[in-house]
């Protein structure tokens, strides 16, 4: 029950409780959820009303004597339960529980509770128009089912080539059909390139914080990955030159573009810069171009600067839906695409046909790009929530990408914060698997595009935001 004497007026639609002070203690249980219990109560009696804004966490947490994660842990079961919502910008409202259904019963609704910021997908689009066109899309698939399940030619149709070089078109990518293989996603691809370009025991360079899967892919061909000094821009040329010296790399791995972690882009001068030491050594490139549409404006790739001695590898699971695992691998020659298909061929035996023919149908009649354009702005939008909570010194983004780079304050280790963000229902990943080589920095990755709503983002960033802030020894006491 609220505390008469500190209560604010909540009975008016659109009043404010800013003062509501549960009394938490005659509820018998753990503090987050004594406050869950204390909401319900007042909203069945009538004390807090639909429409009521109540106090933010920060208040909150100030006048009950608690740490601000057990407060938030509290919102976070009172929204899952359907009692409460958040509005970006205005606060948190109770709901009317007569026509608040557990969120969950509701066919489509947002998904509530915890906030996953760990898997690194593009925004999912919820505009009912652009839904509808992208399911009638599989509607007009089966009536070519039957063909769709029997086995296909390797590396797609020539309508299907046709579609992944007007998509490559979008990034300035020039290609033959003879140069292109359409793969069951980017990991099939590297994992081909690698073993082609590379045995046993032979080095691979690589950003020292860089994409975990090729830290897998190498390990799993017996491959020495070579770790590369970066700053903001990306690889330092000058450590790739000395590297080359060193180890004789056969290749270097590069995700060029809104880097997967640190969201660094490498700029064109130094794009030309690692091109000159990588024709100096006679050492292939393997671009990972995963964001190659995302960003509006993006530097030429290095299949466009120095296509002789690219691999490069356009996955379409960052642009369009991570469930949509094909990707376009681009050889430097028709010749050197002969054994990355016998590659290709054997490990995978072919991408699936039903997802090159959905591709090629989006990429062939819109839908694609206007996928591509709800993630770019939807990304955008989600970002700028990001600067508007986070203080600006512990992280590093750009406003076309969804993920953020964080670099703890001093005192957090990235063990605890991640265990401080599980207790309070986020998950982030930390900077471990990342790290090629040396330890692993103080940092963690957050994804913005796994949460499905804005609320969502907003309300899991203010929780980050306030333990940044805070001091590291608060972080030992959840309930």
């Known amino acids: 029950m609220t505390s008469p004497e500190r209560d604010g007026r909540p009975g008016a639609q659109g009043g404010v ?47 009950l004597d608690l740490n601000f994660t057990t407060v938030s842990r509290g919102y976070v079961e009172a929204h899952r339960r359907g009692l409460i919502e958040g509005r970006v910008g205005q606060g948190t409202f109770v709901v009317d529980p007569a026509r608040a259904p557990r969120p969950a ?18 925004p ?22 039957t063909n769709l399940l029997r086995y296909q030619g ?23 059909r003879e140069r292109l293989l359409i793969c069951p996603g980017a990991h099939s691809a590297l994992f081909s390139v690698l073993g082609q370009v590379a045995r046993p025991g032979d080095a691979i360079c690589a950003e020292r914080i860089t994409y975990p899967g090729i830290r897998a892919l190498t390990a799993h061909l017996g491959l020495r990955l070579v770790d590369l000094p970066m700053d903001r821009h990306g690889v330092d040329p000058d450590a790739f030159a000395a590297a ?51 960003c509006p404006t993006p530097p030429p790739s290095f299949a466009e600067l120095a296509p002789e001695i690219t691999h490069y590898v356009a996955g379409l699971a960052k642009c369009l839906g991570a469930g949509l695992r094909l990707a376009f691998l681009v050889a430097p020659s028709a010749r050197t695409a002969l054994p990355l298909g016998a590659a290709l061929r054997a490990a995978t035996v072919m991408a699936s046909p039903i997802s090159t023919a959905l591709a090629t149908r989006w990429i062939t009649d819109g839908t694609a790009e206007a996928i591509l354009q709800f993630v770019r702005e ?45 207790s309070a229902g986020l998950g982030v990943v930390g900077s471990d698997p990342f790290c090629v080589a040396g330890t692993p920095p103080e940092a963690v990755r957050l994804c913005l595009g796994g949460p499905s709503t804005r609320q969502q983002i907003a309300h899991g960033l203010d929780m980050l935001a306030h333990a940044l802030e805070g001091s590291p020894a608060l972080a030992s006491t959840y309930i």
């Open 124 to 145: 999912e689009p919820d505009a009912p128009a652009l839904r509808a066109r992208m399911q009638a899309s599989f509607a007009e698939l089966s009536g070519n089912l």
């Open 378 to 422: 939807e990304s955008a939008a989600r970002q700028r929530i990001a600067a508007a909570l986070l203080p600006p010194e512990t992280y590093t983004a750009d406003p076309h990408g969804f993920h953020v780079w964080i670099t703890l304050p001093e005192g957090w280790t990235r063990s605890a914060f991640a265990s401080q963000g599980r």
């Open 105 to 122: 019963a509701v066919a489509g609704a947002p998904r509530t509770g915890p906030v996953d910021f760990t898997m690194n997908l593009p």
């Open 154 to 176: 390797f590396g797609g149709t020539d309508e299907d080539k046709e579609a992944a070089l007007r998509w490559l078109g979008g990034r300035g990518i020039v290609a033959t």
């Open 244 to 294: 080359c010296t060193r180890v004789a790399p056969k290749a270097i791995y590069l995700n060029p573009l809104l880097q997967n972690p640190t969201t660094a882009t490498l700029p064109r001068g130094r794009r030309e810069a690692i091109i000159a030491v990588a024709r100096r050594y006679a050492v292939s490139i393997i671009e990972d171009d995963a964001y190659a549409r995302i």
């Open 17 to 63: 409780a800013g003062r509501w002070t549960p009394d938490l203690k005659r509820w018998g249980k753990p503090h987050y959820l004594a406050i869950v219990e204390a909401l319900a109560e007042d909203i069945r009696t009538g004390r807090l009303t639909a429409g009521t804004r109540l106090p933010t966490q920060r208040a909150l947490a100030g006048a």
